[in-house]
Structure formats: C-alpha cells, structure tokens
C-alpha cells in the first residue's frame, strides 16, 4: 500500500542523504495506526482439491473483514488420513486460480464468423438468458432433424456431480456422444491393470509399511495419485530403512532422492522388467507362498521344471517358456542402457527379503511414464507383473487393488428412462463419434475398456480427427467443461484444424465452458463462466491413498465475484429450464424430479437450490432416513471416527472408510491374497477371470475381447496386432508361439515415427505446479517452477545433455524451436543444458505455451504463447488396445538455435 | 526463553516449495520485481556431477537469525532503548534499531521495524545471505528484499487491462470484487501484531522498506489461534504447510544433533557474484540449522 504522508517523505529524503542521522523516535511517532481485522475471526471450510488425481480433502481459511468472505489459505483436511492433513504445493496455488485476474466474468459470444488461430472471435458480453437461448437454439435444430447425435460433449476435469450436467443431455436429450478425457490421462495403465490384477482402475500404495518401491515412469511426490501423502511419507520411510529406486529416462523429483536413479533408454522399461522377471525366477526369488511352485528351477534358455502347483497366479510356467526364458538381463542391457548387473542387483533386492512376507513389501509402481506410450500395454503388465511374483497385490506394504468403498455414502445417476421421447433415444443409440465409422479402420483402435468391452474406452483425441473428417458423421455442436483440449491433446494442432472455419465439413458450433479463455475458447461461438470447484461450487468426490478411501464434499467456501456459474448443476438448470420454455421439457423435468427425495431435498424452484439437491443426492446414498443421517455426519463440524462403525468416520466435509487390521492377517495378507492360497473361508478373489495374478490365461477377459474384435472384423489375433502397431506381437505369433503371444506380457519395442533429421527423442513430463493445464497463469507457478528438477523460475526449458548441447551447439538460456515430423513449425523455449537426461533425449514439463488463457500464461494473450506446448510436437498417437492418447510417444524431435 | 531457531530435516524435503509459496501467501509478499524476489521463505537448487551420476537437490532457505546479525550491525538508524532487545552501544540494556535482534530471553529473532526503515538497504548489502539484485547478481535467493521508495509494492494489483474486453476481468476489479480498498491480493492474509513496545510488523509492505522472516512472530505469539506458541496453526508458515514435514521452529533451546549451517559452498550458490563483504567482523553464527541429507546417493 503506498500513502505518501511525512514519514514517506522523510524516508525518502533520508535515503538521498546520509542514512544513521534521523532519530527512530521521531519517525515512530508517526507510524499509522493499523485497523485490519485480527487472523482470528478465521474460518476452516472443508473442501476436496481438483488439482491434480491425488483429489485431496482439504480446508479452507476465509476472512471476512473486508465485508465480502475471501480466501486466504488451504490446508489438508485435518481429519482425513489419505495425506496426513496436508497439501502439495498446488492446494495453495488454488487461490491465486479463485483470484485470478483473467477469469471469465460473464457470458460471451463471438462476433467473427470466422475462426482460426489468428483470427480474433470478438468476443462481447451477453447475458446468461441470451446464451442459453443460442444454445437451446441449436440443440433443438438438432432434434428437429433427428440429429441430436450431431452434438459431442467431451468432460475434462470433473466431479461426482457432473451426472447432472452429461448424464441428461447424453440419456434424455439424447446422443451418445458423453466423451471424458481419461484417454489422455491413463487409460492404457488400467488397460495392464486389468490384464493383471483384474482391476480397471488405479491400487493404492501402502507406503507406510512397504519395504522398496520401484517407480516405472512415475514421480510419486509430484504427480500420480497420492501426492501430498506421498511427500509426507517418502523422506520419513527411506529414513526408517525403505529403499527407493527410481526408472525413469528424466531425473524427476523422487529419483532425485532415490537409492538409484535408473535412467532408462525411452520406451524400454518392459524389457528391463521382463529380464528381472528372468533373474527372479533363475535366482529362486519367487514368494512361494504365495505364488506357489515351490520346487521350479527356472533355467535360462530353458524351460521351467518341477511338479507342485501355482496358487495365487496363473500362467507363470507357460510365461516362463514362452517369453521370459530368453529375456536374460543380458538381453535388456542395449535395450534397455542399464546394465545387466545393475538389473541383476536390482531384481534380487526387490524380491530378496529372507521371509515371503517382507518380499510382499516390495512395490512395482507402474505410472504413465511407461504405459502411455505407443503399444506399451504389454510392457505395463510386465511391470505389474513383478508385484505378482512378490506377492505384494493386496498385502501390507504392497499394491492394494481392493478398497474400502465409500460407495454406501454416494449415488449414481438418477434413472433417465422415463424422460427419453423417442427422438432423444434414436440420437443415443447412434454410432458412437470417436469411434471410427468403417469396420476397417476401426480395426485398428480396439479401445478395449472394463472388463470384455471393445470400444469400451472413449478415445477422447479422436474428436478432432473425427470432426475433420465428419466421421461417422459431422460434428455439428461441441459441448465442453473445464477442459481445453487443443492444449491438452497430443498433436493439439488438429484440434485447432477441427474447430476452424478451414474445416472441410465446417467447424462445430461450439460452446465452452470454463474459468479462463483458454486456447480452445479462442474457437468458441459462446463462452460460459464456470465457478471454481474447489472453491466457489458445491460438488462431491472421492478418492483414496494410505489405505483410506475418503468421500468428501466440495463447498462454495466462497462466493463467486462474477456472474459464473457452477458448470455442473447451476449451468445445467439454466439450460434445461430454456429447453422448457422453448417446448422440450424433459431434461428441466428430469432435472426437477429426480434428484428430489422427499424428506431429504426440496423440489427444487431456482439453480441454487438444484446445485444443492444434486450435491446433496449424490453424496448421500439410500432412504431419506438414511440420507438424512448420512449428510448431518457428514456436514458436522465436528468428526467422529467411528459414524459409521469401526474404520469409518464422518464430519468437517468427508466419509472416510479406512482398512481395518481384520482386513489382513497377522502377516499382512489381505482377502484376496488369503483367498488366493486357499483359504476358503475367504470369498474374495481378483477381478481376474480366473481370480488369480495373471501372467497367462488362455481364456482370459483379454483373450475374450480379442476374439470379439477379431471375430467382428473377420480376422486373426495377428492381423489385429498388425493393424495396432504392436508389430513384435504379431511377429511373436507368427514365429508359431501362436495366440497365447499376446495373452502375457512380452517385450514389444517402442515405435518411434523417426524421420531424417529428428534425432532426439522427446521426453514430456507433468510439472509439480500443474494444476493441469490450468495454473500456469498463476505468478507463484513461474516464481517457483524450480521445483520441478531443472526447471529455472520464470522460464520454459527443454533440457538437453550437454554433449548433445554441444553438438547442437547451443547452451544454457539460448532459444530453440522444436519440431518433429508431426509439426514442422514446431515451438520456442529456453535451453536448460542438463545432466539429469542421458544423451540423444530431452526432457520438458508440460504446462505452458499458452497463446491465450490470462496474462502470465500467455507472452501476448491471443496471439504469442509463452514457452512452448509439448502437445504441439508430440503427434495425434495412441496406445490403441486401450485408445489411450499417447503423450510419452517416444517423438522424435530436431532442435535449431533461433 | 532461548533462541530460536530452525531445524530443517533435508531427508525429509522432496524441494516442492510448498514452503515457498505458503510464505508468500501467508504474508501477503509482492511479486518479484526491481531485482528483489520478496520471497521470505524460498528454496534454492542445484544439479551436480555428469549422466548418469547426477543428482539434483533442493535446499529451503530463510533468514537465519544469526546470533552476531550483520544487517543489525549495518542498520545506521539510531537505535531506541527497549529491554527486550539485544544490547547495542551505549544501550547495554537492550537497544532496538530499524533493524533488530530480540535478545535471548525474548527468542532472539531478528526483526525489523517498517516505521523506522529509511530503506538505506546496508541491511541487504551486509547479510551474507542476500544480495542487492538476484538478477543481475543470478542469486537464487536472498533474505532481505527491498521495496522501492515511492513504487508502490503491490503496483500490478492496479492493473485495468483486460483479456478479452468487457468479458474477462482485471487487477482492479477483482481487489473491487472483494472490497479490497487496500492495494493488496484478493487472498490477503489479513493480520495485525501489536507486541507492547508497538513495533510495526504488518501484513502488508510500505514502499522505501526492507523486508525479510520474522518466523512469523505474529503467529508464534497470536494465542488466539491455538493454545501453544509453535503449535498447530500457531506455527510459521512455512512450517505449517511443510507435507513433508522437514521445517520445524525449535524454541526451547534444545540442541540440533548432526546439524549443519548455511555457509561456505552454500554460500556462493545463493550469491553466484559477490559484490560486497560482509560488513561484520566474525562469524554471523546462524540459527537454520540443516539436518540429514537431501539425496540417498
């Protein structure tokens, strides 16, 4: 605060002249008096952090005393045991979001019809009651030409209450195109999951009590699923004696403080777990009690020989003399760059503990670093696959697929049935969009999902493609929340491609909504201000880290400053409610109806009281009584640790279910490890088609959609994997192992589109101060980017060895453009010359280069990025099993001094 | 009441800056600028030895409230007599400057006095750990920054411009939205610390000031926010918000085993070009004090 009185004057005047001579006294005297309101009329808001996938129970501080309750401060739920009450850095970042001086203050249309990267929308102010009747507009056009299909909705960032918002549009207005972003985020590391443990889904890691963790492509204090738990717990556990070794190509944060840093070549890692699958078996380092077979000897280069029986896997026998016979250590060391004694160590410290039960304490965390990378599922499940050979799925210490479910405390979407007409369900039972249209291309994009289904994934890149080429069909209208894809999405340019007036089949109208114009805004024909979910929106969400799964509510701690709406359910309202007085009721019907419980919500009048009956209906679960009781638990100021029964409490925003010590045994075994040696008493079993670990499994739930997708496209498993780019498998079964090849996790090589001239290969990670693609407008973002190894505050750095410095001759804080053979204009950024990659790859954060977005995201908003967008240079690439968009695509990249 | 002082367990930092940016946000610092980063807390890093040997660490730094101050040393305002300070020339009682230390009895945090600041920055040019421009001078850090004579500290928050006219908003409007009459962030921690001899730490900052950690004596001594001094939210920011819990306020004068001070090699990467010496004879004697080590390589 600058007031220029005397005392300001005599300062200034001091320090002109000779400082020392003025007397304290004096100036002391003129101190002005302080009227701020004292840090004690703080208050605590119970809140769920949206920053990440850690999905973090947090609290919020606000202060009253400028007469308008604001902000100042997050912290971790104090009650929640998922992340010991703390927050990562990006919890606090949240307020410079809430606060930022570029969010969006009212709806907004586009004045320029036409539309491209350099043309400037001239967006104008327009009210809410204007923009729904635009919208309603078009999505009755839709309907009266019984093209209602004709509209795509794509999800990013999201909560449990967005079923207001998809669910009615995509189930009673009726198209089937509800398309969420889990394609760019991690769908192929489910997809290996699944073919592993059975789960379609993400384990937690019991950190606590595990003994050596073994980080595949994953940076567990930055990014992942348990972050602030994660930091809590790393430095305290390696000090009580847990090893750490980190694989990664980049030296991230925890390799950073790792035992070993194991800089593996890009894109290798399978081989690098097969051969200590190899080295485990040879060296008789299996759990027995657990897996079984207890009398094998695992020859190299021979088969497997013995007589007892595998208990808690399935396969491992024909694995071994199928696949990983051959795959010695020796095999994986040019592979792989890491050394096959190195492997060798590493292999007999993570299954060498003397007792089965401490071999249960090791860890192999695959994270997206591996599995997002072009036919890369097979090399996920080798990872995983090590777990199964320790025995540490579903045992203290190790990888816990099964959980406390806190689904007793939530619900689903409201039945739809009774308010699809006729025209809505024809729309919905259209082809799907971001499936391709023709049989033969499809072929090669199985997108098998949860459990047997092909096309069971929703390939979210697929959009823009799909949108250039009106297959199956045009795209008409485009509907998004809180996600920016022509940012976020591998080869983003085509995003840009679709939305443009270039577009062959027209570009899309296209509504967005959001905080911030953010790139793909700059396309929008009507802009719509969300409110902050963290902060200003009631919602709901849950999540689970340290063996707890916690339920939590998100709460409007704060009012919004704007005309913003909450996306989920206000905005929702006020669309439905236009749609009926336009003559199409069902959607404000449906909206009315169904999330009113007599006894518990209000039918509600206004898109107030609908945001709260929707947060209400969905973080509450059963009969009005049980609700009733449910949300006073869960609203209490206070928590009880016992609401519901041992293990489970509520209060202060959250239901927490936590394991119990009945839920393992006195070795640590959970259910379904118990099950799995035969303990009948136990019912559980993992989701596996046979319940077991699966290395191999003839008729496996992965055999099953495969023969779907091959009998659909009247083909063989070869021709499959042929079509999907997973060569080396195709090539496997034709060598006469046959189908069983890709039923087991064996070494398929990375694919690399190279081209003459690209030579380094393109290492993309996530910051530490993401909050997705949405915090790079925050100033703290660039005063502290620091963090992330290498990084330098206020810059975007592309790190490159030194050697490769040299030879391209440039040096620290010099500008380059990277291209690659996808976008030859490629993007600028600084030169971070760095040791932490090895030679030949190159490392950068994702997260900035936004040309748009606010005013520190952007050098000039609407026109020149600040940095440079990976998603620019890594290519429209999948891990197609799964149709996962692969950002670790193994691109590669030429770099020219600018 | 001993000396405080800061013990910072480096096994336990994972460098996320949490640290940092609570700092910030706690005491409502401005925006880097003028070569002055205002950051109180920070954490400097550095990535040493070839591929694949490499190793990259962080360090949290802060004011070290050195027993031997060289800033209290440099500070020219003539100081006023206050028992609770240490002592100063011809005031053996105690005497509290511009610049000052509490005397043991007191905590012994140095801490500075925004109304008696003439912003002569000898404070700045005397600490060993700060510098007088971390850009020219390519510091990671300093403790003490400088707010400029009459340049207003939080000068961007007046800012009208708008992204995308009439439809986004702005600096001014959104301090308007919160009526924020101050020129201060929307998400100012709002605070007052009124000890008995009426020193003037505020929330906020006051052009032609120095500023720099004061542990946060206005928690540490706000009984209202909990019942034991360095306790629960009573404890300085940065310790507070630590999730690795690496930071932690020693206040009852018990010895840190194994631990280290920020000197010699530290040194010269929080100042890569030093342009002045110290100005005190002897050692500053610091009070952060680094335990364990940040890597297990």
Request: aromatic share 8%.
């Amino acid at each position: 605060m600058i007031k220029i009185n005397r005392r300001e004057f005599l300062k200034g005047s001091a320090a002109i002249g000779v400082a020392g001579a003025l007397s304290g006294t004096l100036l002391n005297t003129l101190k002005p008096a302080t009227a701020h309101a004292s840090e004690s009329t703080a208050t605590w808001t119970p809140s769920m952090c949206l920053g990440c996938t850690t999905w973090c129970s947090v609290e919020i501080k606000t202060q009253t005393d400028t007469g308008i309750k604001r902000a100042v401060d997050v912290r971790g739920n104090q009650n929640a045991n998922t992340h010991n009450g703390y927050v990562c850095p990006r919890g606090r970042m949240a307020l410079q979001e809430v606060y930022d001086a570029d969010r969006i203050k009212t709806p907004m249309k586009r004045t320029n019809a036409t539309k491209g990267r350099n043309d400037n929308p001239n967006f104008v102010p327009i009210s809410w009651d204007e923009a729904m009747d635009l919208i309603a507009t078009q999505m009755l056009a839709l309907r009266s030409t019984n093209e209602g299909h004709k509209l795509v909705m794509i999800r990013g960032r999201y909560t449990s209450v967005q079923t207001a918002l998809f669910d009615s549009i995509y189930a009673v207005y009726g198209t089937p195109n509800f398309i969420t972003h889990s394609a760019i985020c991690a769908e192929a590391e489910n997809f290996s999951r699944q073919n592993c443990n059975g789960q379609w889904g993400y384990d937690d890691y019991d950190i606590d009590n595990a003994k050596y963790l073994l980080l595949w492509g994953v940076d567990p204090t930055s990014s992942n699923r348990m972050v602030a738990g994660a930091i809590a717990q790393l430095g305290a556990r390696m000090n009580a004696g847990m090893k750490v070794v980190a694989i990664d190509p980049r030296l991230n944060t925890t390799a950073a403080k790792a035992h070993r840093w194991l800089p593996v070549k890009p894109g290798t890692d399978g081989a690098m777990a097969l051969a200590m699958a190899h080295h485990i078996l040879v060296k008789g380092l299996w759990n027995k009690t657990f897996v079984g077979l207890d009398d094998y000897v695992f020859t190299a280069g021979s088969n497997a020989t013995g007589t007892f029986s595998e208990k808690g896997t399935k396969g491992l026998v024909d694995w071994w003399n199928t696949e990983l016979k051959n795959r010695t250590p020796e095999w994986a060391e040019p592979i792989t760059g890491i050394s096959a004694s190195t492997i060798k160590t590493v292999a007999e410290e993570f299954a060498g503990a003397a007792t089965d039960d401490d071999k249960a304490k090791s860890i192999s965390w695959l994270g997206p670093g591996v599995s997002m990378a072009p036919a890369a599922a097979y090399s996920g499940w080798a990872i995983l696959a090590l777990n199964g050979l320790v025995g540490s799925f579903d045992h203290t210490g190790g990888s816990l697929p099964n959980l406390p479910s806190v689904s007793a405390y939530q619900s689903g979407t409201p039945l739809t049935s009774a308010y699809t007409d006729a025209v809505g369900y024809t729309a919905y039972k259209k082809q799907r969009f971001d499936l391709y249209a023709t049989s033969g291309v499809q072929l090669a994009m199985p997108q098998i999902g949860s459990g047997i289904a092909v096309g069971g994934t929703k390939s979210t890149n697929r959009i823009a493609q799909n949108a250039l080429d009106a297959m199956p069909y045009a795209c008409k209208m485009l509907l998004t929340n809180h996600g920016n894809f022509a940012h976020s999405c591998g080869g983003a340019t085509i995003w840009e491609q679709a939305l443009s007036s270039t577009n062959p089949n027209g570009a899309p109208y296209f509504v967005f909504i959001g905080t911030h114009v953010g790139e793909t805004a700059m396309f929008a024909d009507i802009v719509l201000p969300a409110k902050h979910d963290m902060l200003q929106a009631k919602a709901s969400t849950a999540q689970k880290a340290r063996k707890s799964m916690v339920h939590g509510l998100m709460n409007d701690a704060v009012p919004a400053l704007w005309e913003e709406k909450t996306s989920e359910t206000a905005l929702t309202w006020a669309l439905a409610s236009k749609l009926n007085d336009k003559g199409y009721a069902n959607m404000y019907n449906y909206l009315k109806d169904k999330f009113y419980v007599s006894g518990f919500t209000s039918i509600p009048t206004n898109e107030d009281e609908f945001e709260a009956n929707v947060q209400k209906y969905i973080a509450t679960s059963g009969s009005s009584s049980n609700r009733n009781t449910q949300w006073s638990n869960i609203t209490s100021t206070t928590y009880n640790p016992t609401a519901y029964g041992t293990g489970k409490g509520a209060g202060n925003g959250i239901v927490q279910v936590t394991y119990g010590s009945s839920d393992f045994d006195s070795n640590g075994r959970g259910v379904m490890w118990r099950y799995a040696v035969g303990d009948t008493t136990m019912t559980k079993s993992f989701g596996t088609k046979s319940g077991k670990i699966e290395f191999y499994n003839a008729s496996s739930k992965l055999a099953t959609a495969l023969t779907a997708h091959k009998t659909s496209h009247s083909t063989t498993y070869q021709g499959i994997m042929t079509a999907i780019n997973y060569t080396d498998t195709a090539a496997g079964i034709g060598s006469g192992i046959g189908d069983m090849y890709a039923l087991m996790p064996h070494w398929e090589s990375p694919k690399i589109a190279s081209a003459s001239g690209y030579n380094y290969t393109f290492i993309d990670y996530k910051s530490r101060l993401n909050r997705e693609g949405r915090s790079q407008n925050s100033p703290w973002y660039h005063e502290f980017k620091s963090c992330d190894p290498g990084d330098e505050k206020w810059k975007d750095v592309v790190k490159i060895n030194p050697v490769d410095a040299a030879a391209i001759g440039v040096k620290t804080g010099d500008t380059v453009q990277i291209t690659s053979p996808s976008n030859t204009v490629g993007i600028t950024c600084k030169v971070k010359v760095w040791n932490g990659v090895r030679q030949g790859t190159v490392a950068k954060a994702y997260g900035q280069g936004h040309w748009a977005t606010g005013r520190y995201a952007a050098k000039t908003f609407g026109s020149v990025p600040n940095g440079g967008n990976n998603n620019a240079v890594i290519p429209a690439e999948y891990e197609r099993l799964s149709g996962a968009t692969v950002r670790n695509a193994c691109t590669k990249v030429k770099i020219v001094k600018v | 009441m001993p000396q405080y002082k800061m013990k910072i367990d480096l096994s336990k930092c994972v460098g996320c800056g949490t640290c940092a940016i609570s700092c910030k946000l706690g005491n409502n610092t401005p925006k880097r600028g003028s070569g002055q980063t205002f950051n109180r807390a920070d954490f400097i890093t550095e990535t040493t030895g070839s591929f694949p040997n490499t190793k990259w660490t962080a360090l949290p730094v802060n004011c070290n409230h050195c027993t031997n101050p060289a800033c209290v040393a440099a500070c020219p305002v003539a100081p006023v007599a206050d028992t609770t300070c240490e002592p100063q020339p011809g005031l053996p009682s105690g005497g509290r400057k511009a610049m000052y230390k509490l005397n043991a009895a007191n905590g012994g945090i140095v801490l500075h006095d925004d109304s008696r600041c003439i912003g002569c920055r000898l404070c700045q040019r005397a600490c060993p750990y700060s510098t007088a421009n971390v850009g020219a001078q390519r510091a990671q850090f300093s403790v003490i920054s400088y707010n400029p004579t009459l340049s207003e500290p939080y000068g961007y928050l007046t800012s009208s411009q708008q992204a995308v006219l009439d439809c986004t908003a702005s600096e001014s409007e959104v301090r308007d939205a919160v009526t924020m009459t101050d020129i201060a962030p929307a998400y100012r921690n709002s605070w007052t610390y009124t000890p008995v001899t009426g020193v003037d730490v505020n929330d906020l900052r006051t052009p032609g000031n120095v500023e720099k950690c004061y542990f946060c004596i206005h928690r540490l001594k706000d009984a209202t926010l909990g019942a034991t001094e360095n306790a629960g939210d009573r404890r300085p920011y940065c310790v507070m918000a630590c999730p690795a819990q690496a930071r932690e306020l020693i206040i009852d004068g018990s010895a840190i085993s194994g631990a280290k001070v920020l000197a010699g090699k530290s040194y010269t990467y929080l100042r890569k070009v030093v342009l002045t010496t110290p100005t005190t004879t002897g050692k500053s004697r610091p009070n952060v004090f680094y335990v364990g080590k940040f890597s297990n390589r």
